[in-house]
Structure formats: C-alpha cells, structure tokens
C-alpha cells in the first residue's frame, strides 16, 4: 500500500473517532436534560452525591483509559506516521506517544476525579433528613439552629423548645443544587416542630395558672408576699405556708400562657367564703359552739358585743367563720425592745394578822428593766409565736415583802369594822358627778384580788346593768357593802364570808370604762362615804 493511501486511511480513522466522541457526548448531554425535565425534583443526600461522583469518575476514566489504550494499539502495529528504516520497519515514535499518552491520561484523570469528588459544599440535615446544601462550609450547625430558633421564636411571641436537631455534612453538589442561606433557614423554620417554654404555678400540687417565664412567677410571688411586710420591721425570713411551687414545663401552644394579672387574681383570693349561721329555735352559743367545733372566744371575736349572756332572736344572723386566703405568708422578723422585769413578792408571816385576811405590803415592790431581743412570727400579720433570743438587764428588780396573817380566822359575821376591799388608785370619789356617785372607784389591773370589807352574808352575786358583776354583803347591823364591775365572781347568794376573805376578782364588766372596783357602804339603805367607816 502506498504512503498517500496509508495516510488518507489514518486520517480517516482519526476525525471518525473525534466525530463519534462528539456525537456521543452530545447525545449524553440530551438524555440528561430528558430525565431531569421527566423526572421530579428531589433532594439527594451526600451517600447519593458521593456515588454519583464517583460513578461519573469512573466513566471518564474508562472512555479517557480506551482512547489511550486504542493509541497504544495502534503505534504498537505501525499505524502512527514516522520514519522508515532501510529494511522498511517504522521507528523513533512508539515510546515517545506511550510516555505522553500515559501522562496525559494521568492528568486527565485526576483532573476528572478532583472534579467530580471534591466537596465543595454544607448539606444541612434536621434528625438526619437532608433540608436542603448551601456553599457557606464555614458555618457551624449551633449557629444555624440559633437563627432559626429565634426565628421562630420572634413569630410565636414565647421562648419555644424545638424536638429537631441540625447536622451538617461536606458534600459534592453542582452550582444548580446550591440554594441561598436565607432559603435555608426558610425550609428550616417550616420544617420545626416545637412547645412552648412555660411556668406552672401550684399550690399544694394544684395547679393555679401558667405564666410565660420564670421571671414572671418570681416578681408576682414578691408581690404576694410585700403585702404583709410591715414597714420598720426587720425582716429575716418570709415565705408561703402553703407548698407553692413555680416548674418549668412545655406546653402545646401560646394559647395556654395565662397573663400574670389574671394568676395575680387567682392566687390573692380566697379558699373559703365568709360563714353566716342564721339563729334557729333552741339554739344558745354553747349548742352552736358544739355543734360546728367553734371557740367560744372566736364567736365573740368575730360578733363584737356577743356573749353567754346575749339573748339570741330567731333568724338573728351571726359570724361563724371569715373568709381563708388562698395563700398565707409567714413572716420572722428580728425585733429589739425594753420590757419590765417583774419583780418577786417575799412573804413574812404575821401571827397577828387573821389567817386570810388581805396581806399587807411592808415594803413596795420595783420593777426591773430589760433590753430584749426577740424573733416575732407572723401569719398574714398576726403574730403566732414570739421567742426571746437574747436578754440583758439595766435595771435589777426590787422585791416587794408582804405580811400574810397565820392567826386564827375571824368568825364569818361582821366584826363592826370596815377594811378597804382591794388595792387600787383612787379615781372617783364619793358623791361625785354632782352627788351622783354613790361610792368611791379603785383602779386596778384585770383580775386584782377583792376581799369582803366585813364579815357577812352574801345576798346577792349576780349581773346587774350598769353595775355587771355584783356582789351585794349584809354584814346584819344595818350595813351592807357593794362590790361592783368584777370579772369574776368566787361567792353565791347564801355563802358566810369573813372579813378579808377573797370573793371577786376586778374587772370592767357592766357600764366601765376601764378596770376598777366600785365599793359602796350603805347605812340602813342610804350610801355613804366608805371613807367614814374604814379603819
């Protein structure tokens, strides 16, 4: 075969294989746009990437590896143009075009891998599910949960916890898979599902409302409690009675959060409502005291002016029980202040003094003074205990010496003579308010002992109006002597009693305005000035 023939047939050969690889790729390149217009779109995680990469690789390779493959054939078999020796063999070529060939196919076919392979991209997952790949590869998975959370939590109006977490993996991705950052953050935000963060208050397990934040449950708590804080007070502790507990929870939506105002309400009533009883037929204080498990003090606390001896009228209504807060506040507050010292009575006994009778004070008793220092407890303001943590005295007290008689009791008849009843500050005197008042008035505190003026009987001790407690004494020669306002009564009508003996305790019962005993001596049936008969 000639030289023309030869090189018009390689020639030939040549454009044939560069016309096929175009066709070829051509025909590549509209079976793809074919499928990806057939075909719906569609996320493709990174195990898909990474095979697909790899799959296209390994097709370049293998086209580029026959393309080199078919060179080498045909320089192995004299098909390359070159030069001939005299025995008409071609040479100088075939190592040359295998070397270039081999480096050429290297290159290329890393050129090829590196492109297909490299990870040029972030693809973001939420609980491993691809959302969508973003070319930011710096960003850090914390920060776009951060972004987003707020996102959704400046939609909602409330702190959410989301149930996703956020992954990201490098990944292989053409230019058209890539999608913006605020796109990202878009899908995510759709994708979240989430509770909101609230605070459940309860109260002795109940549960009272929900608050958004934590914040909200402390500063409504401090209101609640400010209430009862006393102005000057030091106070050292302060806290509910009741288990009043504030828990961070998640609820299913906004809609459950409560306003703090509308919890303040609830939390600041009342458990129970005021108690009326309405008087039936039969019914005295006593019965209805038993009846219900109430106090008699409490009764007469609650109904100012009701007492034993107040008359009951049917359908009368009274106050059983007043309204319980829902909550109760116990305060201790540390309180500094000065008291008296009391001082002690030392007894000497006189045997010429009557046995009974009223002792007499040979020496006046002197209070001393303390600075004290004590831990008050309050409930809703009332105090209900009071310790003393620390005492010190500045004045020691003096103690008083009374004479106690151990003679032999006088006889329970009148002796003829009077004794002032009881110990006291004169107040009023005889034929005062205008010859009105018919005694003399001796001030005391509550309970200060009253002793008969004479020998007598006991003719009446009864209430009486304005006089309440009276103890009215015949001492049987014309006299009598009265003994008014007492707080307690310790003789009946029909007793004996003997001059100085104990028969009531003062008091402020009847029409007083404060504590006293008032003494009256009448002379066959007119008063007169005590003054005149005691001795």
Do not use: W
């Amino acid at each position: 075969m000639s030289k023309r023939n030869r090189r018009k047939r390689e020639f030939d050969v040549d454009s044939f294989m560069r016309d096929k690889n175009r066709h070829e790729r051509r025909e590549q390149r509209e079976r793809s746009a074919e499928r990806r217009q057939s075909l719906p779109r569609r996320r493709i995680s990174s195990g898909s990437h990474a095979f697909l990469s790899a799959a296209k690789a390994l097709l370049l390779f293998a086209a580029v590896s026959l393309v080199g493959l078919y060179g080498m054939i045909l320089t192995f078999f004299k098909k390359l143009p070159g030069k001939t020796n005299l025995r008409g063999n071609r040479t100088g070529f075939r190592l040359p075009v295998i070397a270039a060939g081999s480096v050429i196919l290297v290159t290329v076919l890393f050129a090829v891998i590196f492109s297909f392979t490299n990870k040029n991209a972030l693809e973001i997952s939420l609980n491993g599910e691809p959302v969508g790949i973003i070319k930011e590869k710096g960003i850090a998975p914390e920060e776009i949960y951060f972004v987003t959370v707020k996102k959704l939590e400046a939609a909602v109006g409330y702190p959410v916890k989301v149930a996703e977490s956020v992954t990201v993996a490098k990944v292989h991705a053409s230019k058209s898979d890539i999608i913006s950052l605020e796109q990202l953050y878009a899908q995510i935000y759709v994708l979240y599902t989430y509770r909101v963060e609230a605070v459940r208050i309860t109260v002795d397990g109940e549960v009272k409302g929900t608050v958004a934040t934590m914040s909200d449950a402390e500063a409504m708590f401090g209101s609640l409690k400010d209430v009862y804080v006393q102005e000057g007070l030091n106070i050292t502790e302060i806290a509910f009675v009741e288990d009043v507990r504030a828990e961070e929870v998640l609820v299913a939506n906004k809609f459950e959060i409560m306003e703090t105002d509308e919890v303040y309400k609830e939390l600041s009533g009342y458990k129970d409502g005021e108690k009326i009883y309405e008087i039936r037929k039969g019914d005295t204080l006593s019965k209805i005291c038993a009846d219900f498990g109430i106090n008699m003090d409490d009764i007469k606390r609650l109904n100012p002016g009701l007492d034993e001896r107040s008359i009951l009228r049917i359908g009368q209504q009274i106050v059983l029980g007043v309204a319980k807060p829902l909550l109760s506040v116990r305060t201790v507050a540390a309180e500094k202040y000065s008291q008296p010292i009391p001082f002690e009575s030392e007894i000497e006994y006189n045997p010429d003094m009557y046995k009974g009778a009223a002792p007499k004070i040979r020496k006046q008793g002197v209070n001393g003074q303390e600075d004290v220092v004590a831990e008050v407890t309050r409930i809703n303001g009332e105090e209900t205990e009071r310790e003393i943590v620390e005492r010190t005295t500045t004045l020691e007290p003096v103690s008083e010496i009374k004479e106690v008689g151990t003679g032999q009791t006088p006889p329970k008849q009148s002796v003829g003579t009077f004794i002032l009843p009881t110990r006291g500050r004169l107040t009023e005197r005889f034929a005062a308010r205008d010859g009105k008042h018919k005694g003399i008035d001796l001030a005391n505190t509550k309970g200060t002992a009253v002793y008969a003026s004479d020998g007598g009987t006991v003719v009446s001790a009864s209430y009486s109006g304005n006089f309440g407690n009276l103890i009215i004494i015949d001492h049987g020669n014309g006299f009598e002597t009265y003994y008014a306002h007492n707080s307690q009564m310790l003789v009946k009508a029909g007793q004996n009693v003997a001059q100085g003996e104990l028969i009531a305790k003062m008091g402020s019962s009847g029409d007083s305005s404060g504590s006293h005993l008032h003494f009256e001596i009448h002379r066959n049936g007119v008063a007169a000035n005590p003054y005149n008969f005691i001795n």
